[in-house]
């Protein structure tokens, strides 16, 4: 039996990797064994030692760029890896910036269509943000086709942070995926707390899975994506993203700055910031945590966390040699 593989794709800060988690921690309750790919578009896996630090299931990683893009040649040797494991079900955490339809299009290469099927792609969107992407993202024409291309490629479409906005912001939200998509399911949340029934369905332990169901079985499913990504020029080498850039910020232990200074810096470059996230220490107690910047909100959470502390920011038109320099007269390192 194919391994079925469940796709994870939206925007940077939409609540991916929490609903990784939950993911499995339910394939674990189910008595399901998972597998799972984690892309990260900067050189250090924040949130591969997130899902670590609550769960120990082994993860392979590609990190420093987008699986759909630059990665796409490791894709298949990075799925291999899992199979050793004997999983009963693949997850695979995009990059924000990733179109699921590449990915769709590399499982059916024959090397990995003998042991998997793509099962299901999910599109998480982050309810308080996700309207105003086309016109904050206006300049660059590839990033705003990619996003349109997770709500087009979606079976199932996450509402996540329900709780930020008003009914009404939701109910735009629904006709704006209904006009691209008018055959995925759709689930409104909080915090990516999501029945999982159906997203489970077929998928079983000892890989005695259902082939019926998924969608490369499916002639007609394949062959439009197939064609939409010829129809739309998926296959060339340029990224799904072209402005969208990643840096990390030096962190020292001996002078850090405080978690004041951090959220004044990451605000008045809120503009140009999509997102910040990294393991950090602060003064004066030295306690590492877990810090998130998306959609314009900050989360602090203390962590476990005993490695070299380091924050990653990703934006658009990121100068990094000015950034870099106004890290460091905060850090007060020159």
Not at 34 to 54: A, K, S
Not at 143 to 167: M, W
Request: proline share 5%.
């Amino acid at each position: 039996m194919r391994i079925p593989v469940v796709v994870l794709s939206g925007f940077l800060g939409s609540g991916k990797t929490t609903l990784l988690l939950r993911l499995v921690k339910e394939a674990k309750a189910r008595g399901v064994k998972p597998g799972i790919l984690m892309n990260e578009l900067g050189q250090l896996d924040v949130d591969g030692f997130t899902v670590n630090e609550f769960d120990d299931t082994n993860i392979q990683k590609l990190l420093d760029g987008c699986v759909c893009c630059s990665k796409k040649s490791e894709l298949a040797s990075s799925l291999n890896r899992l199979l050793p494991q004997k999983p009963d079900v693949i997850f695979i955490e995009l990059t924000g910036v990733a179109n699921p339809e590449e990915i769709a299009d590399a499982l059916t290469e024959p090397g990995l269509l003998r042991s998997m099927r793509l099962k299901q792609i999910i599109t998480v969107l982050d309810a308080e943000n996700v309207l105003d992407y086309n016109s904050v993202f206006s300049s660059d024409r590839q990033l705003v086709h990619t996003l349109r291309r997770q709500i087009e490629a979606a079976d199932f479409i996450i509402v996540n942070k329900t709780d930020l906005v008003s009914p009404s912001v939701l109910q735009k939200i629904e006709k704006a995926i209904r006009k691209q998509n008018d055959r995925c399911s759709i689930a409104y949340t909080t915090h990516s707390q999501v029945d999982m029934d159906p997203l489970f369905h077929g998928i079983e332990p000892n890989a005695a899975n259902a082939v019926s169901g998924d969608r490369l079985a499916r002639g007609s499913a394949l062959s439009v994506v197939k064609r939409s990504i010829r129809e739309h020029e998926h296959l060339h080498p340029e990224p799904s993203y072209s402005r969208v850039r990643t840096m990390m910020l030096p962190w020292t232990e001996s002078n850090p700055p405080t978690r004041e200074k951090l959220e004044k810096f990451l605000h008045q470059r809120r503009e140009l910031l999509l997102r910040a996230k990294g393991y950090v220490t602060l003064p004066p107690t030295g306690q590492p945590h877990l810090f998130q910047y998306a959609g314009k909100r900050m989360y602090w959470e203390t962590t476990a966390f005993s490695g070299s502390p380091y924050l990653v920011i990703i934006g658009i038109d990121l100068d990094e040699e000015r950034l870099l320099h106004d890290w460091n007269v905060l850090c007060e390192m020159v």
